[in-house]
């Protein structure tokens, strides 16, 4: 029997009418929102999914893959479909082509699971898109991120222009066959998700440190925006790696804000603060001592500028970093 809250795969419908009909079968879940791929849009506090909106324009013709791309820490992408795949959790999913779009319809897909989670880098990834007549080409690098364009079997760009694509979700749905060229369950690798987990966490990590001291913590020398490089930056007290490849202390309390050159002479661990008393003490080994300028060797034992805004949680940190 079919009801009228029913969302059929094949059909095309209005999101008021996906919404409409979405309320009446799910009336004590919150409603959907078509504006960003995931709805939820963000999910810093929940890996809930509640469906999937994908265009044609960013994801290709390939309706059962989705290629990501600008995840970050509020849309917490990565997580949240490896958490449905581990789980074999189902959401909605809908997609929508150019002409779709014009006409401002959505093409229900039916509920769906995520199949394998790959990264564009693997040869699971060529073999997959190869064995359908796509061909997926690394464009250029900038830095550590790669752009990449999809061309069709007709030698085509699928992309309006080459993205960066930061891994590719493989879906299970009701009109597709199971693909068959890679395997159920398929994660991506460490490297990806330190990547992608890493440069989500940092711009809020630098954020938080920056507002709580605003200015060196050794010597007071404040940020001026005028710089084309940061001459003051955020960085980590416990550098240690979770086994995802990611810092597993990305806190605020983990951090300091020093000078950029003070900040190297700290990660290389010449120059440290005690945690006790806020002493700066410069330690290099004989042979570093001499290359070390006499400015900074005149630092040890002078107590940093900013040691009174520094909680005794990061002091805690710094007695442990010894």
């Known amino acids: 029997m079919r009801f009228n809250y029913d969302l059929l795969p094949g059909e095309r419908l209005t999101f008021d009418e996906i919404a409409r009909r979405y309320a009446l079968q799910y ?21 809930k999914i509640r469906a999937v909106f994908a265009q ?21 992408y990565l997580r ?6 581990k789980q074999n959790l189902s959401f909605l999913y809908f997609r929508r082509s150019e002409n779709e779009k014009r006409e401002n319809l959505w093409k229900v897909m039916g509920s769906s699971q995520v199949f394998a989670m790959i990264d564009p880098q693997s040869a699971t990834a060529q073999n997959l898109l190869n064995s359908r007549g796509y061909k997926l080409v690394q464009m250029h690098q900038d830095d550590d991120d790669a752009y990449w364009q999809l ?29 068959v060229a890679v395997m159920p369950g398929t994660e991506v690798g460490r490297r990806v998700k330190a990547r992608v987990l890493q440069r989500a966490s940092q711009a809020e990590f630098s954020a938080g440190v ?3 001291y605003g200015a060196c913590v050794m010597t007071g020398t404040e940020l001026t925006e005028r710089h084309g490089c940061p001459w003051v930056e955020a960085c980590h007290i416990d550098t240690q790696e979770g086994d995802d490849g990611v810092l597993a202390d990305n806190s605020v309390d983990n951090g300091l804000f020093l000078r950029s050159d003070l900040q190297r002479l700290f990660l290389n661990r010449l120059i440290s603060i005690n945690g006790e008393s806020g002493e700066i003490q410069v330690h290099p080994g004989e042979e570093a001592r001499q290359h070390i300028a006499p400015w900074y060797q005149e630092l040890d034992g002078r107590i940093c500028s900013l040691w009174a805004a520094v909680p005794p ?3 805690q940190r710094l007695r442990a970093r010894r």
């Open 27 to 47: 009336p004590d879940d919150k409603e959907l929102t078509a504006r960003a791929l995931l709805s939820p849009s963000t999910g810093l506090r929940t890996l």
């Open 56 to 76: 044609e324009e960013s994801n290709s013709p390939l309706e059962d893959l989705l290629f990501i791309s600008h995840d970050n820490e509020r849309k917490n």
């Open 80 to 85: 949240r479909f490896e958490h449905y795949l």
């Open 151 to 179: 061309f069709s079997p007709q030698a085509e760009p699928c992309f309006p222009q080459s993205q960066r694509i930061q891994f590719i979700v493989v879906l299970s749905t009701p009109q597709h066959k199971v693909p």
């Open 210 to 212: 920056k507002a709580r």
């Open 313 to 315: 949680a990061t002091r």
